[in-house]
């Protein structure tokens, strides 16, 4: 066990870890940790040294982890890492959950700061316990009982998509959350496709809020960990020179509703017309359900 001294960065979440290895973590350190991520969110463990083999131990510590067997990483194969190497691709800068356009989305994700430019390209995280909690009652109430398609469109896949509530309950927490983002969320499955755009970008801006983030100013060799149940991330993209990141994701989440929907999927009735595009993929995801 080391001396781990925990330092909290925002008022909303996020606190800096030292004073451990996390290369050979066991059943105390993985207690702790859990401990500290029910409590920040996310959290940030500077100057560890740590091989691939040793990053998918300690996630496997906390589930499955996603596989990934056809994966092309730039510098480092290997079927549980997800390697981005910012000269070689792009940067995750829309705001975002992990992996929501599927039924079992992730549960947390643990990533590895390889390498990274001295300025720019720090990464900024969200509370959504807070999001959800500073929301009028009525918009409480609204968002409670609608649900919302997701899909894996920036992928180049819009072909897979999973509904999940827009206000979901953390299973360990049983706290509500709001449950929505701009990067995977595409429809209120409940609202015609007008009433879901203007709701859908009021949401996704809402949870930008500064008073519900933390910024995190990378190093070489910081691990962070964050539970992708309560939390969005964003990668600022202001950065010259190679920045490498690699990722193990923990996954089997189980999503739970706030309460059941308010009433049926929107399906446009009478006429279809130009504007019935807008319907398309809702109706083929309701289409594929009944089959």
Not at 26 to 35: N, P, R, V
Not at 137 to 150: D, F, K, N, S, Y
Not at 238 to 257: A, K, L, N, P
């Amino acid at each position: 066990m080391g001396d781990w001294k925990v330092r909290k960065l925002g008022a909303a979440l996020g606190a800096e870890i030292t004073g451990g290895s996390l290369a050979e973590a066991g059943a105390q350190e993985i207690d702790l940790i859990k401990g500290w991520l029910a409590e920040h969110h996310v959290i940030f463990f500077p100057s560890q040294t740590i091989s691939v083999e040793e990053h998918v131990e300690l996630g496997k510590h906390f589930g499955e982890l996603e596989d990934h067997p056809n994966l092309k990483n730039p510098f480092t194969q290997h079927p549980y890492i997800f390697e981005l190497a910012a000269t070689q691709g792009g940067v995750a800068d829309e705001w975002h959950t992990d992996i929501t356009f599927q039924e079992e989305p992730s549960i947390m994700s643990i990533l590895h700061m390889v390498k990274c430019p001295e300025i720019g390209g720090d990464t900024m995280w969200t509370n959504l316990y807070q999001a959800y909690e500073e929301m009028s009652v009525p918009m409480q109430t609204l968002c409670e009982g609608i649900t919302a398609l997701h899909d894996a469109l920036p992928h180049s896949r819009p072909d897979k998509m999973a509904i999940h509530p827009v206000v979901r309950i953390h299973p360990e927490t049983v706290r509500k959350l709001l449950y929505v983002n701009e990067h995977f969320t595409r429809r209120i499955v409940e609202m015609s496709a007008g009433e879901s755009e203007v709701l859908l970008k009021y949401l996704t801006e809402w949870v930008k809020n500064p008073r519900f983030t933390v910024r995190y100013q990378w190093t070489p060799g910081t691990i962070a960990m964050w539970d992708n149940r309560c939390t969005q991330h964003f990668v600022v993209n202001d950065f010259e020179g190679e920045r490498v990141i690699q990722r193990v994701t923990v996954m089997g989440d189980q999503v739970d509703s706030a309460r059941e929907p308010m009433t049926e999927p929107w399906v446009r009735s009478g006429y279809h017309g130009a504007t019935s595009r807008h319907d398309k993929q809702l109706r083929q995801f309701l289409r594929g359900q009944k089959t």
